[in-house]
């Protein structure tokens, strides 16, 4: 089909080689017209700005931030003045603010608007194999589902509504600093002991970690199904105690808060909860 891609930073260039090499008739465009050039050579279009790119009837943008999307889409040229019928495919991560900006505007002018988020860091993108997050109108996203088959390994369909993607992909995001605070203070207790951080990674590897806990922790917290308790809030924090003190003068803030947040329950007769409360 007749698509642009708009961005050629390090993860909007993988996607774009990717439409390329799949057959598509794609038109690029970057704000830095050098990064354009080279995708010239292999067949595509280049654009002279966003308004120009949107006569593909799809354009997927592929942006840095809130300020690059909304320099594309309100911006002189941009994707608003290119007139009715167009389908914007936000792929950046931006504000749920914009998104929803973003959906009100592209209505008012007779165009339509999907937001499918993307996991995956650039060699993943480079790959095809990025995990795409996307809502908006249904009619709309299977417009664009065989783009999303070109650039992705698999589509989660979230919901109706542009912004319930953008939530998503913070919410994501939002875990991430959160995992690798944990893995550090996990490599920090056993550093204590003698256990190289590598060898650590192999285990939680081994044992299946991230997606045992989701596995088993994600129903329950999803239902607060808190009563009767697996594993008391109780017992819990005697395990959050036993890491801390095998950690000796180790720095563990993530877990020092968490100690208290589970003082803090068991203070309010929470201790025969399960500890999945820990969040309540
Ligand atoms: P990047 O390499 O820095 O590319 C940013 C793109 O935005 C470039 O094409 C840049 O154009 C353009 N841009 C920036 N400001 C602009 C403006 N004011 N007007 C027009 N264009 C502008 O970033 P990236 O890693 O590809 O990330 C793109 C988006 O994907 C971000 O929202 C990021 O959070 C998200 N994301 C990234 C990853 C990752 O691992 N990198 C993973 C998932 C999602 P110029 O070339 O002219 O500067």
Redesign the pocket.
């Known amino acids: 089909m007749d698509v642009s891609l708009i961005?050629?930073?390090?993860?909007?260039s993988g996607m774009a080689d990717n439409l390329v090499v799949a057959g598509h008739q794609v038109t690029v465009w970057?704000?830095?017209r050098a990064?354009a050039e080279p995708f010239a050579a292999r067949g595509a279009k280049i654009a002279a700005d966003p308004a120009a790119a949107a006569q593909a009837g799809t354009v997927m943008t592929?942006?840095?931030?809130d300020?690059?999307v909304e320099?594309?889409v309100f911006g002189d040229g941009g994707l608003l003045a290119a007139g009715p019928g167009l389908l914007h495919i936000s792929?950046?991560?931006?504000s749920v603010d914009l998104t929803a900006r973003l959906a009100a505007a592209h209505a008012a002018a007779g165009q339509r608007f999907v937001s499918a988020q993307?996991?995956?860091?650039?060699d993943v993108?480079a790959a095809g194999k990025l995990s795409i997050i996307a809502a908006g109108a249904a009619e709309d996203l299977d417009v664009a589902q065989p783009l999303f088959d070109v650039i992705g390994a698999g589509t989660q369909r979230v919901g109706d509504r542009p912004v319930m993607a953008a939530a998503a992909k913070v919410a994501l995001n939002a875990g991430i600093p959160a995992v690798m605070q944990m893995l550090t203070e996990q490599f920090r207790i056993v550093a204590a002991h003698g256990i190289a951080a590598d060898r650590m990674v192999a285990l939680l590897l081994d044992v299946n970690y991230g997606n045992r806990l989701i596995g088993s922790y994600g129903p329950i917290i999803a239902e607060q199904r808190f009563e009767p308790a697996g594993f008391p809030m109780r017992l819990g924090r005697k395990d959050v105690g036993l890491a801390l003190a095998a950690a000796g003068d180790a720095d563990l803030p993530l877990t020092e808060l968490i100690a208290s947040r589970m003082d803090a329950i068991i203070e309010a007769d929470g201790g025969e909860q399960d500890w999945s409360a820990i969040g309540q």
């Open positions: 961005g050629l930073g390090q993860m909007g970057n704000r830095d990064k592929m942006l840095a931030d300020a690059a320099a594309v792929c950046s991560t931006v993307v996991l995956g860091r650039p993108a």
